[in-house]
C-alpha cells in the first residue's frame, strides 16, 4: 500500500475547519494506504505557546482524531517527539539545504513579519516537515494548496540527499491535494483558526455548537428578515452544504434567496445538524478521556511502531554519510 505521512500541531480539541479540511479526508486514507498520522509538537514550538497547557493540548488532539475515526489499529498515530529520530534527520537536511530555499518560503515571509526577533526554528520548520515526511519514505503527503511549496522543497531536499550520499535513497514524496476547500471562520475571515477564535470545536457540546454558529456573519445584504439574500455570499449556507442533506442544502438557498425565512432560523438548522454530525465522535472522545491510560498506551505503541521504521531509514542514513557506527564496544 502506498504510504502517507500527515502532521497536525496540538492547538487542543479539533475544530470544524480542522475536520472538514484535513482530518475527514485522513480518515477515508487510512483503508487504502499506510498512514502515519503524527501530532507535531515540535513544530508548535515555533510560534509562541503555553508550555502549561502544552501535554494536555497534545492529549486533546490525540483523543478528537481518534474520536474523528483515526483507526489507531489501521494507521500509525503517534506524537513526534516521542520518535527523537525526527529532529536528527533534521539536522542532517540542515546540511544540504541552502538558507535561500528557507528564505523563500511563503509562509516564512508571512509568519516572521509577526515575530519580533525571527528564530531560527521558523526559518527551518520546512526542514523539520522534510524529516518528518522522508523518514518514512512517505509517497503522499495530503496537504492544502498553501503547502505545495513545502512539498517542493521536500523532494528538493531529498534530490539533494540522495545526490551527494546515496542515489534512490529517499523516494521523492507527491503532493496528494484536498478535495475540501479551506474552510472560512465564522467571522467570515479566510481561515477557520483557534488563534482567531472564529471556530467550532468538533467535540463542542450542543448549546456551545449554537452559541458560536449564532454569531456566525452572514450576507450582509440580509439587514432585516424580509430582505432576501445571496446564499452564495454566505459562509453558513457554505457550512450547510458540509452538514446538512442535499435537499436541505436546496431548502436553505430557496428560503434565503427568497426572504422566506430568517437567518437565525437558518443558523439553528445548521447548528442541529453540526451537532449531530458529531454526536458518536462525543460519546467515543468521552470514553477516551475517561481511561487516560488506554490512551498513553496507545500513543506508545504508536510511537514503538514508528521508530522501527525510523531506526531502520536513519541507520542508511548513518551508514552512506559515513558517520561512526555505534556498537557495544564503543
Ligand atoms: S438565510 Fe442562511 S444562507 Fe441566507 S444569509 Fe442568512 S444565514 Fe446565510
Known sequence: MPRIFSGIQPSGELHIGNYLGAVKNWVELQHQHQCFICIVDHHAITQPYEPDAFEQRTLDMAVGLIAAGI????????????????????WIFNAVTPIGYLERMTQFKDKSQHQESVLAGLLNYPVLQAADVLLYKADLVPIGEDQIQHVELMREIARKWNA????????????????????RGLD??????????????????????????????????????????????????ALHQHFSAPSMVDEVADKCRGAA?????????????????????????????????ALGDTLA???????????????GVREHMGYLIQHAGY
Open 71 to 90: 483507526d489507531p489499529d489501521k494507521c500509525v498515530l503517534f506524537v513526534q517527539s516521542h520518535v527523537a529520530a525526527h529532529t536528527e534527520l533534521a
Open 188 to 237: 467570515g475571515q479566510a481561515k477557520m483558526s483557534k488563534s482567531l477564535g472564529n471556530t467550532v470545536a468538533m467535540l463542542d457540546e450542543p448549546d456551545e455548537i449554537w452559541e458560536h454558529i449564532r454569531m456566525a456573519q452572514t450576507d450582509p445584504a440580509r439587514v432585516t428578515r424580509k430582505d432576501p439574500g445571496t446564499p452564495e455570499k454566505c459562509n453558513v449556507y
Open 261 to 293: 425565512w430568517g437567518c437565525v432560523d437558518c443558523k439553528r438548522v445548521l447548528a442541529d445538524n453540526v451537532a449531530q454530525t458529531f454526536s458518536p465522535m462525543r460519546e467515543r472522545a468521552k470514553q477516551l478521556q475517561d481511561d487516560p491510560k
Open 164 to 183: 551527494k550520499y546515496c542515489r534512490d535513497f529517499f523516494p521523492e514524496p507527491q503532493a496528494k491535494i484536498g478535495t475540501a476547500k479551506r474552510i
Open 301 to 315: 505503541t504508536g510511537a514503538a511502531r514508528a521508530r522501527e521504521v525510523a531506526d531502520e531509514t536513519m541507520a
